[in-house]
């Protein structure tokens, strides 16, 4: 069987959990089933970029790159217009479309497996940006889901609600594959050293992750923050949501995946104060680090941190501020959250993840395209 991997969403300026998630996808994907030929497809201009996004795939030998020097935004408009190009046909024939996340997506042939992480493209609407709402328009998510051979989405609540504002989508064609546990780096002091000197970091800090996004509700965390629960440090990249400047916080800015994790490695803990999330892939990242966890429990976040996480209203000034000073003071506490969280982190396993999405592929593809 020949698997197109649509890299596209891997172009991104600022890499971002959905493009993090799409690489990690895509390369266990690729080694769990050598008997399969992939294609990964990207395309745009910028030559050196389609070289570094697509470097982890060089060498593979069931693997086959395609760059297309074609401008995305030019490709995106063919697409919504005319229906046009056909990217299974661009990737040189595939018998198998995996879109990673909503976007354009136009197939001759091959059968399209859809990725959804969320729908709070539906259900926060209000929170986009007018530029945002109107792409996701020309996208048409609706027709794209109806479209789709599979769907498959990282949790129970994003399913659900693919089914609630989706309707016409029929529930069989929808599966939960959540994600698998993070790796992070080794621990390590001269990294430490390095990120504190550069951004001039304290001892002691708490952090939180994400892009700069009202669905985020950092502002909200921010305005509540007050000096007396030390220092907060900001890390994501600039989005659409102007935060005020407040007294011990410190925005770093979008980080490296090396200085994300020596951050996260070394903080009192990791506040999420996110309203709406797909998965929240950010808890299992602080659990792998060993950072106990404040959030919110929305959406999918109770489903993910189950009893690893500190949950408390993250609207709520004197709740925040409790729930930092318990993580502060009670040593204890501390320590049965970061046990918790390695347990949680083993109920998630990316081998059984990906088995079922090569069960997936397998089921919407005639019989006789099933092997080479």
Known sequence: MVVGLDGRVLLEGFPSGVSQAAAEVFLRLIAAAPEWQFVVFVSGQDKRLLDERTQEFVGKPNVRIVKRQIPNRILNLLISFFGWPHLDQLAGGVDVWFAPNIGFVAT???????????TTFVTYAGLLRSYTRCWLSMIRPKKLLLRADAVITPSEHSRKSILQEFPSVPEEHVSVLP?????????????????????????????????LEPRKNIRTLVEGWSPAMGTLVVVGAKGWDQLPRQAQVQYVGYLT????????????????????????LPLLEAFAAGTPVIAGPHTSLVEVGQDAVLWTNVHHQQALHQAVQSLQTDDT????????GRSVLDTFSWDRSIQQL??????????ANRTL
């Open 108 to 118: 001759h042939k091959a059968q399209l497996v859809l990725l959804v992480h969320d």
């Open 358 to 367: 090569k069960q997936v592929m397998q089921g919407v593809t005639p019989q």
């Open 257 to 280: 995946q090396e200085e994300k994790w020596t951050v996260l490695q070394h903080a009192d803990c990791l506040i999420y104060p996110t309203i709406a999330e797909g998965f929240g």
């Open 333 to 340: 506490l501390r320590q049965r959250l970061v046990s918790r």
């Open 179 to 211: 994600f698998g546990p993070p790796q992070p780096p080794q621990r390590s002091e001269q990294a430490w050293a390095k990120v504190q000197d550069r951004f001039q970091l304290p001892q002691r800090f708490c952090v939180t992750l994400g892009t």
